[in-house]
């Protein structure tokens, strides 16, 4: 049964990795969520016996952090995307993208707030970084 699980998964994986591949115009890229949230579904049931709606609770959180992508899509930078749509690297999906694109925003904004560091050594490690919060050195001390 297990295998037949990680079959499931792998194949599930593939389809929304090569749909994801196929958005080459800038566009965000369209993922089969439905293929990897029964995939989920199944993995779950045989590893419990609880009964819940797990496909339908996959479903929804991947169609609104798809919604989100789509409404915000054009506010996120080049590098981001470049970086965190990347299909081959983890299973895919549009709740792993709006966090990953959010996460880099929001630290790029923090790290703008922060004082100019200082050339001392006591506070290590040393991270240097530009204007728009992207890291140039670590000086780990």
């Known amino acids: 049964m297990l295998i037949k699980s990680k079959i499931i998964i792998s194949a599930a994986i593939i389809l929304a990795a090569v749909s994801a591949v ?11 969520t439905a293929a990897g ?19 339908g609770s996959c479903m929804s959180d991947e169609n609104d952090a798809r919604k989100k992508l789509e409404k915000d899509w054009a506010t996120y930078s080049a590098s ?37 560091i200082s050339n001392t050594t006591d506070k290590c490690p040393i991270v240097r970084f530009r204007q728009d919060g992207t890291i140039v050195s670590v000086n780990a001390c």
């Not at 949230?37 to 496909?55: F, V």
């Not at 709740?95 to 004082?115: F, H, S, Y």
């Open 22 to 32: 196929l958005a080459k115009d800038g566009s965000l890229p369209k993922l089969n």
């Open 37 to 55: 949230c029964r995939a989920s579904e199944k993995a779950l049931s045989a590893a419990t016996s609880t009964a819940s709606d797990t496909h």
């Open 80 to 116: 981001d995307k470049a970086r965190c749509i990347q299909p081959m690297e983890y299973t895919p999906g549009y709740i792993e993208w709006l966090t990953c694109l959010e996460m880099d925003r929001d630290v790029r904004a923090l790290r703008k707030g922060q004082p100019a």
